[in-house]
């Protein structure tokens, strides 16, 4: 049901240049050297009068927040604490600022322009992002897809919102905090500007809603609107408030997605940054890098000061993403920086450009989204043309879950359509084209396999036995198994298979756990793989009788695979491993990242 329309433009199309470098006057960032003592982290804090030294993030243990006390001024502070051994980088906390066809009744008023494309119906624009060519294809996107919104908050009980908002699934409101993330409560995401777990405060919270509305606002639903992704997940990252925030708790927003990614595996493609503002920030481009190492793209507003970002730098937009956080080089850039382009495919005047610092285009002017009170807006400016790009990720993951994000940033990249208004101003002089990109992300067929599979099912000349404990060795499906002794916790047993494959290459690696002998609950198989050893867990005991899949793996042409009892498991004299038989399987290429 539509409460509300208005029509705004975005906070950072307001901001004005002058406020570029604004920061806090109380407080600045520093960075310790990783091999840095805890004598030389207080000496160097200690060298200015302070009130409180934090930690900006959990996975950025080097990175601390320094409140001055009254009367110290930044600048003094960042000469007195750079001086200091021990110290990598002082900065000031800058300010920055917000930069099938549907039954949706928006979508088919003609208005919903930024969806559109040229063949679409019963309405068309050939400069829109042509999201809508996708969903006629039934390309809509996927919940199993994450999407973090870096921005202010989200009216996640918006009813075009609510399918899409994620809901924690490792915390409760108990007061604890139960996923060990240094965040109580986080049950729908995290608001660090007010430091709660309230990712939506008040109206004012229009642009972070408008934003998420735009990359996954549920389609198909015969309300309101329809955003890139009718399903996706959205994790709001709220750090922006009404007159803005600081780079500090950028950095906090950023890790806190990266932590869900690299900690519980949440496939989490991009995050959106539709904001801009500050000087550089190495603390910011630490951050960034650190997503990037985790396979997350960081798609951002180039801004909306109408100028050149190649002669005149705006962050975050201008950051090169292609080292590692710990500063050696990746091999691609993480970062996707967006122009904002008109209904008739012009650059809007007021969004920034650069041939080298600006990617591509995306339409951002009068785009009509999701807004605060369960209502609807249009906004304009590159704020709304980052989420066209954000959502273009997400729906390409969701149709090759195995891309990993830089090959995504590669396909966005590479279909975008060419527009006049962008030659020699971007990167591309493309702008995104979403019907051509859900063409090239949907994977080929699966070749067949050019090698032969090894199945291993007699292991006498495989089998091999270290240290004492083993008990028996039959050949062949009758089983090959051992038991530990209570109390030799300290020793390791190892079983092995030694295959010989017809040649090196890429292999689905599974072992066959026997119908008896298989008690053990931790058994730990070891794959020897051409880059190291990986580690797989699996429980025996639930597993008797069956294939065992222990994933896919660049092996050499003599590979081996262990099992082995050291798996910190308490023992017992009943508790047994068991070998049984391998199989490897050639397959066409590397796993998901």
């Given at each position: ?186 049950i729908k995401g995290w608001d ?235 990167v591309t002089g493309d702008r ?84 008896a002998h298989a008690t053990s ?73």
């Open positions: 049901m539509i409460t509300s329309l208005v029509t705004a433009v975005s906070p950072s199309a307001a901001m004005a240049s002058g406020a570029r470098h604004s920061h806090a006057e109380d407080r600045v960032i520093v960075g310790f050297d990783a091999d840095a003592s805890r004598r030389e982290r207080r000496r160097a804090t200690a060298s200015v009068s302070v009130a409180s030294v934090d930690g900006v993030s959990v996975i950025a243990p080097d990175v601390a927040l320094v409140d001055l006390a009254p009367g110290q001024s930044v600048p003094r502070a960042i000469r007195k604490i750079k001086a200091q051994p021990g110290v990598a980088f002082v900065e000031p906390d800058y300010l920055v600022q917000a930069a099938a066809s549907p039954d949706d009744p928006w979508y088919g008023s003609g208005k919903h322009w930024g969806m559109y494309g040229g063949a679409t119906s019963p309405h068309a624009n050939r400069f829109g992002s042509g999201a809508g060519e996708a969903w006629a294809r039934g390309h809509v996107g996927a919940s199993s897809v994450f999407v973090g919104i870096i921005d202010e908050g989200v009216q996640v009980s918006h009813p075009d919102l609510a399918p899409n908002a994620w809901r924690n699934p490792w915390e409760s409101v108990n007061g604890i905090d139960d996923d060990g993330n240094g965040y109580v409560d986080d660090f500007y007010h430091d709660d777990a309230s990712v939506y405060d008040s109206v004012a919270d229009d642009h972070g809603t408008h934003v998420a509305g735009i990359i996954g606002a549920r389609g198909g639903n015969g309300i309101g609107v329809a955003g890139v992704n009718w399903r996706v997940t959205l994790i709001p990252a709220k750090f922006l408030g009404p007159k803005g925030g600081y780079v500090s708790g950028a950095v906090r927003a950023i890790d806190y997605i990266t932590d869900l990614k690299t900690r519980h595996g949440l496939d989490i493609i991009a995050t959106n940054n539709s904001w801009t503002g500050g000087g550089y920030s190495q603390a910011l481009a630490d951050a960034i890098d650190r997503a990037g190492d985790a396979g997350i793209l960081f798609v951002v507003a180039a801004g909306n000061d109408g100028r050149d970002i190649d002669a005149a730098p705006a962050y975050p937009a201008s950051h090169e993403c292609v080292t590692h956080a710990d500063g050696t080089p990746r091999g691609w850039d993480c970062l996707v920086s967006v122009a904002n382009i008109e209904s008739d495919g012009d650059r809007h005047p007021d969004s920034d450009w650069g041939a080298v610092g600006v990617d591509m285009g995306a339409p951002g002017t009068d785009i009509i989204s999701t807004h605060p009170d369960d209502g609807y807006a249009f906004l304009s400016g590159t704020s709304m043309a980052a989420p066209h790009v954000t959502g273009a990720a997400a729906l390409c993951a969701s149709l090759d879950p195995s891309l990993s994000a830089r090959q995504v940033r590669g396909l966005i990249l590479g279909t975008g359509a060419p527009t006049g208004s962008l030659s020699g101003r971007t995104v084209d979403i019907g051509a990109l859900a063409t090239a992300c949907v994977p080929p067929p699966t070749p067949p396999p050019s090698a032969r599979a090894v199945l291993i099912d007699d292991l006498d000349e495989e089998f091999r036995r270290y240290g004492p404990g083993w008990a028996e060795g039959f050949s062949g499906f009758s089983g090959h198994h051992f038991w530990l002794p209570a109390r030799e916790k300290a020793r390791a047993h190892y079983g092995a298979w030694k295959p010989v494959l017809e040649r090196a290459g890429w292999y689905a690696v599974a072992v066959r756990i026997p119908v609950r931790r058994a730990a198989y070891r794959v020897k793989t051409i880059t190291g050893w990986v580690t797989r867990m699996r429980n025996q005991k639930k597993r008797q009788g069956t294939w065992v899949g222990l994933g896919i793996h660049h092996l050499a042409a003599t590979p081996i695979v262990q099992l082995s009892d050291k798996t910190g498991e308490a023992v017992s004299l009943g508790r047994r491993l068991a070998f049984d038989a391998a199989r490897f399987v050639p397959v066409a290429g590397p796993p998901q990242d």
